[in-house]
């Protein structure tokens, strides 16, 4: 009479051990789906995070032969902690300064800025033509109205960002107005 109901304990058993593993499996799908998904949402979470943001970055197009260009945005920081920017990328620049011009005295002077551009906590700073910019050295080819340019602004502590300036025409003093597409 034991030997009968062993292999019914048996059985049983294996059938509680089968719907654990089904259980088992379902979960660790379910927790495979989930941390891919926050892998996914990271970039977009950290940026959001994020008390630092770029506006409207913007180059000036450059004639024909062109080796260098300017380019500008606002940095606002809405932070309670000051920021650095402390480089910057563009895709059509072997190189990209941080640069500062000023008149002093009568002269006018431009200079990089080797320990970056402070952003103050709460506050903002405006790059812009005939102050504080960013130099694209070495340029690939000429920068030419309405073009788009990839590139990064990384700061000190809020990382780097991902940027696309708008090239305007010669000579602009601000960016072109965005019409809608």
Do not use: C
């Not at 996914?40 to 260098?68: C, Y």
């Not at 073009?147 to 990384?154: I, K, P």
């Not at 809020?158 to 602009?172: C, S």
């Amino acid at each position: 009479m034991t030997f009968t109901h062993r292999p019914a304990g048996i059985a049983r058993a294996a059938r509680l051990a089968s719907v654990f593993h089904d259980i088992e499996a379902k979960l660790a799908l379910t927790a495979l789906a989930i941390a891919l998904s926050l892998a996914a949402l990271q970039p977009v979470l950290a940026h959001d995070a994020s008390p630092v943001h770029v506006e409207q970055p913007w180059a000036r197009a450059t004639p024909p032969g062109a080796k260098v260009a300017g380019a500008f945005a606002t940095i606002e920081n809405h932070g309670s902690t000051p920021d650095r920017l402390v480089s910057a990328t563009a895709d059509v620049a072997a190189r990209v300064e941080i640069h500062e011009m000023a008149v002093t005295d009568g002269v006018m002077t431009m200079r990089p800025l080797a320990d970056g551009l402070p952003v103050p906590a709460d506050g903002s700073v405006e790059l812009k033509p005939g102050s504080y910019h960013l130099m694209l050295m070495d340029l690939a080819g000429p920068l030419k109205e309405g073009q788009h340019v990839a590139g990064t602004l990384t700061f000190e502590k809020a990382g780097t960002m991902p940027v696309e300036f708008v090239v305007a025409p010669i000579g602009a003093k601000a960016p072109v107005a965005h019409t809608p597409q």
